[in-house]
């Protein structure tokens, strides 16, 4: 948005939530517990990529030159390699923002709390801004795993599923933030964060005819 963070309350923004990033896991524990689209269809990914990776050992198992053993240690692989996309999957989430307008970009991460964020300071989003944010990764990792998988053998493709799985899991943050958007889908929501501060804010507009 061509907005700044000082012009918002002039435009009629009013302060909704702060969030300190410190309190991240919680917010987006509770928003992913709300009966949205987004928090259903998270589910559902994961449900169906469980559901497709045991089908695959149960395909597989007892099939002429197959090893359980093998098959399970490529998935291991799989779990190995989505913590190697992490670094990815944030740089796709600075990419989109700045694809999006945004120009200062940054990372911060707790290993502690296990939590990683791409931050674009005091770039003042949009709802539908942030939803390409943050489905980018989600939309562009997914995609390229499940095209491999066509071009995959055997033990390949559990490694894929793997990592499919372990990042959808991953990827909770994003759809708990969606979820927060889409529970408060009578306002118009604006948000932005505040790298100095580690606070993320969440505007929306007063209709002044109510």
Excluded at 103 to 128: E, G, P, Q
Excluded at 179 to 192: P, Q, R
Aim: glycine share 6%; proline share 2%.
């Amino acid at each position: 948005m061509k907005i700044t963070p000082e012009e918002l309350e002039s435009n009629n923004y009013v302060l909704l939530d702060h969030l300190g990033h410190k309190e991240l896991i919680p917010f987006i524990k509770i928003y992913s517990k709300k009966k949205t689209v987004s928090s259903i269809f998270f589910t559902i990914c994961n449900a169906v990529i469980a559901g497709v990776l045991i089908l695959w050992f149960w395909k597989n198992y007892g099939s002429e030159g197959f090893k359980f053993e093998k098959g399970f240690s490529h998935f291991s692989y799989g779990i190995a390699l989505a913590f190697l996309l992490i670094p990815i999957h944030e740089y796709i989430h600075a990419l989109a923002y700045k694809m999006q307008g945004a120009v200062n970009t940054s990372y911060d991460a707790n290993l502690k709390k296990f939590y990683f964020m791409a931050i674009a300071d005091k770039f003042v989003a949009s709802r539908k801004e942030f939803q390409i944010v943050a489905l980018a990764p989600f939309v562009v990792i997914s995609s390229t795993l499940i095209i491999s998988m066509l071009f995959s053998n055997t033990y390949w493709t559990f490694t894929l599923l793997g990592t499919l799985l372990t990042h959808t899991a991953f990827s909770s943050g994003d759809f708990g933030l969606l979820s927060y958007f889409e529970f408060h889908k009578d306002k118009e929501i604006v948000t932005y964060d505040d790298k100095e501060n580690k606070i993320s804010y969440f505007y929306y507009k007063e209709n002044q005819g109510a």
